[in-house]
């Protein structure tokens, strides 16, 4: 069975850090590219990160980037969100979500239940 | 950055109606689209994959059309369980941008 679970949301005060984690099994975490996606509360969603299977290729959304790096351990089937000099506006549930290497499958078809951020003095 | 408009933004709905819900992109996407049901709490749920395609065990009252820059999502016969919140995600090019969302109510 596909599982992603995060972790690591929380309580930060504007300009502070955290990291966040996404545990995968049940599928071959190395060959998918995995993303970050939030919702502010009572908001839409919204993508903010990618990462390829081997790290090669990382993108952002404007609205995070030098702020936030994308990372994976493929040993250890995880996949990370370092998010530094938070603000206010970063407040979200975080979302892990895969997205697959195979031209005819589904992107997206798995997402992890979130985490909460919550950016707040 | 691509930007994807659906519409409406809401639709006050029955049990039994067909819906229809669009999404148009800013420039041509091709089919690589996404439709997502969510519901409150909920992680957002595929099922409409490459514009046309239906998620594995997604009942067949959900279809999906169009190409380039329209595209919609149909509900053929509304059922209790489908009123949630309706995206569209457009995977052409990064950022993979989202539209604002399609709330279906109880009329």
């Known amino acids: 069975e596909v599982q992603l679970v995060e972790s690591g949301g929380g309580l930060v005060k504007p300009g502070g850090t955290l990291t966040l984690s996404c545990a995968a099994s049940?599928?071959?975490?190395?060959?998918?590219?995995m993303n970050w996606v939030r919702q502010a509360p009572g908001k839409g969603l919204e993508w903010v990160s990618s990462?390829?299977?081997?790290?090669?290729?990382?993108y952002y959304a404007d609205s995070v980037k030098g702020r936030f790096t994308i990372s994976r351990d493929n040993a250890k089937n995880a996949l990370y969100l370092q998010m530094n000099t938070l603000r206010v506006e970063d407040t979200a549930v975080y979302y892990c979500?895969?997205?697959?290497?195979?031209?005819?499958?589904?992107?997206?078809?798995?997402w992890g239940q979130g985490t909460l951020v919550t950016v707040s003095s | 950055d691509i930007q994807m408009t659906q519409s409406p933004t809401s639709l006050s709905t029955s049990v039994g109606d067909r819906v229809t819900i669009t999404c148009r992109a800013s420039q041509t996407i091709s089919t690589y689209l996404n439709w997502f049901q969510q519901k409150p709490g909920k992680a957002p749920k595929l099922l409409i994959y490459a514009a046309f395609s239906l998620q594995s065990e997604v009942p067949s009252r959900f279809s999906g059309s169009g190409s380039g820059t329209d595209f919609t999502l149909t509900i053929s016969s509304l059922q209790p369980e489908d009123f949630a919140t309706y995206y569209c995600?457009?995977?052409?090019?990064?950022?993979?941008?989202f539209g604002q969302g399609t709330k279906l109510e109880i009329k």
């Open positions: 979500a895969r997205e697959t290497p195979y031209t005819s499958d589904p992107d997206f078809d798995f």
């Open positions: 049940g599928f071959i975490f190395t060959t998918y590219t």
């Open positions: 990462i390829s299977s081997g790290s090669s290729y990382i």
């Open positions: 995600q457009q995977i052409y090019s990064t950022p993979y941008t």
